[in-house]
T-cell receptor, first 115, second 112 residues
Framework: GENVEQHPSTLSVQEGDSAVIKCTYS??????FPWYKQELGKGPQLIID?????GEKKDQRIAVTLNKTAKHFSLHITETQPEDSAVYFC??????????????FGTGTRLLVSP | DAGVTQSPTHLIKTRGQQVTLRCSPK?????VSWYQQALGQGPQFIFQ???????QRGNFPDRFSGHQFPNYSSELNVNALLLGDSALYLC???????????FGSGTRLTVV
C-alpha cells in the first residue's frame, strides 16, 4: 500500500531562517500532495497543496516543490517566524477528483522557530 | 461560518466499554472522513462516509463503525475499547469525496 516518509522529525531554526521539510511517497499513482500544520490541541490545517501536473507552487512565504520522477515533494518556509512553530505533516492521495481516496500522512516534523 | 465541529473534546473510558464520537461537517460539505492520530504520529485513515454509506475503509477492525445522517453529520463508534485505542480522533469534511479536507480539532480519547 501507499507509504509516505517524512524527515526530519524535528527541525530547529532561528527566526528569519528558512526551513525545508522533505517527503517521499511510494505509490506512483499519487497525484495530490497537501501539507498540513497542526498546532497544539488543534486539528491539522491545510497550508498548501500541489497536484502532480505542477512542479512548484508558492503562497507568500510558503512553497512546495514536487519531483514526480523521484517521488519526492518538499515544503519550503522562508523568513520563519515564531508563530510558524508547529508540527507539519505531508500527505499523498491518488485520484484527487475521482473520489473515495484516502489521504496517507507522513509521520510529522516538529518545527521550532526561536526568536 | 462554522468549521468542522467535534464532540466531546475529551473523553475517558474504561477498557471494554463502548464510545460514540460525533462530527458536524463544515457548512456545505457532504462527505465525512475519520482519522485516528496516535501520540507523535500522523493521522491514520479509518473510513469515509458519503451519501450515508461507508465508501472506503482503512485497516481498522470491525470494532470501529460509523454512521452518516441525512444532514451529513456523522458518528464514530468504537466497541470493546482497548488501551491502544487511546488517541486523538479527527473528523474531516469535504465537498464530495475527492475534494480537499477541512479537519476538526478532534476528540481526545483516553482508555484506562
Amino acid at each position: 500500500g501507499e507509504n509516505v516518509e517524512q524527515h526530519p522529525s524535528t527541525l530547529s531554526v532561528q527566526e528569519g531562517d528558512s526551513a525545508v521539510i522533505k517527503c517521499t511517497y511510494s505509490d506512483s499513482a499519487s497525484n495530490y500532495f497537501p501539507w498540513y500544520k497542526q498546532e497544539l490541541g488543534k486539528g491539522p490545517q491545510l497550508i498548501i497543496d500541489i497536484r502532480s501536473n505542477v512542479g512548484e507552487k508558492k503562497d507568500q512565504r510558503i512553497a512546495v516543490t514536487l519531483n514526480k520522477t523521484a517521488k519526492h515533494f518538499s515544503l519550503h518556509i522562508t523568513e520563519t517566524q515564531p508563530e510558524d512553530s508547529a508540527v507539519y505533516f505531508c500527505a499523498a492521495r491518488k485520484g484527487m477528483n475521482t473520489g473515495f481516496q484516502k489521504l496517507v500522512f507522513g509521520t510529522g516534523t516538529r518545527l521550532l522557530v526561536s526568536p | 461560518d462554522a468549521g468542522v465541529t467535534q464532540s466531546p473534546t475529551h473523553l475517558i473510558k474504561t477498557r471494554g466499554q463502548q464510545v460514540t464520537l460525533r462530527c458536524s461537517p463544515k457548512s456545505g460539505h457532504d462527505t465525512v472522513s475519520w482519522y485516528q492520530q496516535a501520540l507523535g504520529q500522523g493521522p491514520q485513515f479509518i473510513f469515509q462516509y458519503y451519501e450515508e454509506e461507508e465508501r472506503q475503509r482503512g485497516n481498522f477492525p470491525d470494532r470501529f463503525s460509523g454512521h452518516q445522517f441525512p444532514n451529513y453529520s456523522s458518528e464514530l463508534n468504537v466497541n470493546a475499547l482497548l488501551l491502544g485505542d487511546s488517541a486523538l480522533y479527527l473528523c474531516a469534511s469535504s465537498l464530495g469525496p475527492g475534494s480537499g479536507y477541512t479537519f476538526g480539532s478532534g476528540t481526545r480519547l483516553t482508555v484506562v
